[in-house]
């Protein structure tokens, strides 16, 4: 059977790759279930590599969740109590050897495996009920539960939000976090709110509660300081941004180092280097608060520093270009945010 390609459907290597799963707000290719795989050009074992691979509009289905490509590849390995088995039989009184043990040469299809690495090439996309997830070539690590998106054209689309990289794209199932590097830009389209840098990271909110009330395990349910649910649950959460940050409103550009956007609240919270350009008018300064919902940016003073700006004269018959920042550069909002750490993507994403 090894190298012998097999022209058919096959339901059976649902336990091969059982390893793929899907939340109902994210993708999440860490949870078991069965999946049923189709290829035009067959499903090939390769015993001595220990992969198993699917040719041609390649497609992986199970339990909500799509994975098409050109071709897929499942890298199995013995589980651990498989793996003393083998040794024992390999250090047998009387085997020939080089003699194969037994569990080593079994089928992946038997159910004696287990999936360790799943990998897709060629015009990849996988979808969910919500979401959507596109790119050259996708890696996702069983032991990691970390899928990595590399190739022209990455994206990840959640409900409204739509996530796009130059360089990569990951998505951590357990974190429920997207890290885009390379010209990353978050954009939603409900909203009309964007933002890009050189590096995003993206929180999403718990999944709604499945059906009879349970509660996936995974992260605790985001809550409000009052300890009421967030509204908008297994949706867009916060968004970090590092480098080269860039968020536009109907009347303001603002520019900065770094910075931290709330989907709840509409603010976002931009750190060094700020520049906020209206027209041909600047304002410079090290911290700036930009209201997403009303499109006003407001630069905030920080001890020790001075804020400058470039205003030209109005037009005739026109408004103070910044009259619409309120207070202007110097005072920030009630309570208003300071300095401190710059914030940084969480569970090992740099």
């Not at 509660?215 to 941004?241: F, I, S, W, Y």
């Amino acid at each position: 059977m090894t190298g012998q390609p097999l022209l058919r459907t096959l339901s059976g290597l649902a336990m091969l790759l059982g390893a793929l799963g899907a939340a109902a707000q994210g993708i999440d290719l860490s949870r078991g279930g069965p999946v049923e795989v189709t290829a035009t050009d067959g499903i090939e074992w390769r015993q001595g590599e220990q992969v198993v691979i699917a040719r041609g509009n390649a497609r992986a289905v199970q339990d909500g969740v799509t994975v098409d490509a050109e071709r897929l590849l499942a890298r199995y390995r013995q589980p651990p109590d498989r793996q003393e088995g083998s040794r024992q039989q390999a250090a047998a009184p009387g085997r020939p050897p080089g003699a194969t043990p037994a569990a080593s040469a079994e089928s992946p299809l038997s159910g004696g495996s287990e999936i360790w690495r799943l990998e897709a090439e060629g015009r990849v996309k996988i979808t969910t009920a919500t979401d959507i997830a596109r790119g050259d070539r996708a890696v996702y690590d069983i032991d990691q539960a970390v899928l990595v998106l590399t190739g022209r054209n990455l994206s990840l689309t959640s409900g409204a939000n739509d996530i796009t990289a130059r360089d990569s794209l990951e998505y951590w199932s357990g974190r429920r976090m997207a890290v885009a590097r390379g010209g990353a830009v978050v954009t939603d389209r409900a909203e009309g709110r964007r933002i890009t840098a050189d590096t995003i990271v993206a929180y999403f909110l718990e999944e709604a509660p499945a059906a009879g009330g349970a509660t996936p395990a995974a992260a605790p349910r985001a809550r409000t300081p009052e300890g009421r649910d967030v509204p908008g649950a297994g949706k867009l959460d916060r968004v970090e941004a590092f480098g080269s940050v860039e968020i536009r409103t109907a009347l303001d550009v603002v520019r900065g180092d770094r910075g931290v956007y709330s989907a709840a609240t509409g603010m976002a919270r931009i750190l060094g280097n700020v520049r906020i350009t209206r027209g041909d008018n600047q304002i410079n300064g090290q911290e700036a608060i930009v209201n997403l919902q009303t499109g006003v940016a407001r630069l905030v003073s920080t001890p020790g520093a001075r804020v400058q700006g470039l205003i030209l004269p109005q037009q005739q018959g026109g408004e103070d270009p910044l009259a619409a920042q309120g207070s202007g550069g110097g005072a920030g909002p009630a309570g208003g945010a300071r300095g401190g750490a710059a914030p940084r993507p969480q569970g090992g994403a740099r």
